[in-house]
């Protein structure tokens, strides 16, 4: 079996090239960021498989270091805590899963960066629902239509592909887009 090396090269560029239309969102979404750490909020993260992966690294880039030396900023990944995530599943059920740890860490004021390929991810949607309802800003970063949690964000990111990994390199390139312009 032969993998066509460019047509995977080809549609991860049609993907990234697809963030161009976003431009926007995403500058309202660093603004957004910005003043959540000016008025001493934190942002958290969450997702699911890959997406928990990319929390956990956006978090570790902003507590951190991105590219240069600068204050470390607030940032908390609800995926990290095996704990914390094991009791939670086993006591509650995996759908309150971060929506138990909002409760536990989250204030008004505070940025939640929820990850969904689907946009469909039960525990994200309860996250989303908790943090909506306790002033927590949520930001999006979705895929394929953006599924339920498109039109449950505050601000939806949503990478138009059917295809997992297109979308995770869109979402990975977003988190870098945001940790390189907190440090400008």
């Known amino acids: 079996m032969t993998v066509n090396i460019a047509g995977i090269i080809a549609d ?3 993907v990234i090239g697809s963030l161009n ?3 926007g969102d995403i500058d309202r979404c660093i603004e957004k960021m910005q003043l959540t750490f000016k008025l001493s909020g934190k942002v958290l993260a969450c997702g699911n498989g890959g997406s928990a992966a990319d929390a956990q690294h956006f ?3 902003l507590t951190g270091r991105y590219l240069g030396e600068r204050r470390a900023y607030p940032a908390i990944s609800l995926t990290t805590d095996t704990s914390a995530l ?7 059920g995996y759908e309150q899963v971060f929506r138990r740890q909002l409760e536990a860490l ?8 929820a ?14 629902d908790y943090a909506r309802n306790r002033g927590i800003y949520t ?6 239509d953006g599924g339920k949690l498109k039109t449950m964000v505050d601000l939806p990111l949503v990478i ?16 870098h887009i945001l940790c390189e312009a907190l440090e400008k």
């Open 12 to 14: 991860h560029t049609a």
């Open 21 to 23: 239309a976003q431009t």
């Open 59 to 61: 978090a570790a880039e």
């Open 86 to 92: 094991t009791s939670i599943s086993n006591d509650y």
């Open 106 to 113: 989250g204030k008004a004021g505070d940025m939640l960066i």
């Open 115 to 128: 990850i969904s390929t689907s946009g469909n991810s039960a525990n994200i949607i309860q996250a989303v």
């Open 139 to 144: 930001v999006g970063l979705l895929g394929k």
């Open 160 to 175: 138009p592909s059917n295809h997992t990994a297109r979308i995770q390199e869109a979402h990975i390139l977003i988190l």
